[in-house]
């Protein structure tokens, strides 16, 4: 209200995004949202990191609109976007392009979240792969969004979805998850995602 007040509309839209935002994380006992669900959230959380930002964050996603229905676990998206604005803005102070697609095919939902950051080494992305692959609980080290997110895939799906990286020095950063292809009503859907 007294954002209203003083004529500020940023802060209101700061405001309601994070108060979206804070609902939607609040609500995580529910085991399953839709695609679109996620979507927004993650939607919700660019507003407030593009007013951040400013201009320096460009963010797009492409989505196949027949997943949109798809059933995901809540929570899922919002760390890999989180990571890759980590890895796109240089120490906070560079410029980034971060860009986050979903496709299916064969049953499969592929999330992909893509920075223009930095990247990784060869060396740097294999010890990260092998914390996803190996590490049975969180810890303290980094990359824990990363892990709970992984984890909580295979718990719950199974060992043949969660999360892959790609990764070369100077050439960005891709976070890949993987689930079955599941409408909301929990069947499973045929190759172009529609059950």
Do not use: W
Request: hydrophobic content about 35%.
């Amino acid at each position: 209200m007294y954002a209203e007040l003083e004529g500020s509309p940023e802060i209101i839209t700061m405001s309601n995004n994070l108060s979206k935002l804070l609902r939607y994380s609040l609500s995580g006992r529910k085991e399953h949202v839709t695609l679109q669900d996620e979507l927004d959230h993650v939607s919700g959380y660019m507003a407030i990191q593009q007013m951040r930002y400013e201009e320096r964050i460009q963010f797009s996603m492409t989505i196949e609109p027949s997943l949109l229905g798809c059933e995901v676990i809540p929570l899922m998206i919002q760390p890999l976007v989180e990571n890759a604005i980590n890895h796109a803005l240089d120490k906070g102070i560079g410029r980034g392009k971060i860009t986050l697609t979903a496709s299916s095919s064969s049953r499969v939902l592929r999330i992909t979240v893509e920075d223009d950051g930095i990247g990784m080494n060869a060396e740097a992305l294999e010890a990260l792969r092998l914390h996803l692959r190996n590490t049975k609980e969180l810890g303290g080290r980094s990359g824990n969004g990363l892990l709970n997110v992984h984890r909580r895939i295979v718990l719950h799906y199974g060992e043949e979805y969660g999360l892959s990286l790609e990764s070369m020095p100077y050439q960005g950063f891709k976070a890949v998850l993987k689930l079955p292809v599941i409408n909301h009503q929990g069947r499973a859907g045929g190759d172009d995602g529609v059950a």
